[in-house]
């Protein structure tokens, strides 16, 4: 059975258009993880800063997995956009 994971992440005022180009810059890698089925980048349309990804996984291992492999380059990159460290959650069918 598929696992889905949402996750959230809110933008810094003026910061919004990069977070946006980031995480849109990153859901082709996550697509190609081992274990990833799809990988969907959506915009709050009432609150601009906010945004979620919705991951399809083949399992939650797979997901966590995929996470310990992303550059520590990377995460240096977003933080500094982020108001608060993302979060997420794991769901079934």
């Known amino acids: 059975m598929s696992t889905t994971r949402i996750s959230n992440f809110e ?3 003026g910061m919004a258009d ?6 849109r810059s990153i859901v082709p890698l ?5 274990g990833c089925e ?4 959506l ?12 991951e399809t996984w083949s399992s939650i291992e797979a997901h966590q ?3 310990k492999d992303i550059p520590p380059a990377k995460i240096a990159e977003v933080m500094p956009m ?12």
Not at 18 to 23: G, I, K, N, P, S
Not at 38 to 41: E, M, V
Not at 43 to 54: D, L, P, S
């Open 43 to 54: 915009r709050n349309q009432q609150n601009t800063n906010a945004f979620v990804v919705i």
């Open 18 to 23: 990069a977070l946006h180009a980031f995480l």
């Open 11 to 13: 933008a810094h005022d």
């Open 82 to 93: 982020l108001v608060s460290p993302p979060s997420g959650t794991y769901y079934a069918t």
């Open 30 to 34: 996550i697509e190609k993880a081992p």
């Open 38 to 41: 799809s990988c969907q980048l």
């Open 65 to 67: 997995a995929s996470v």
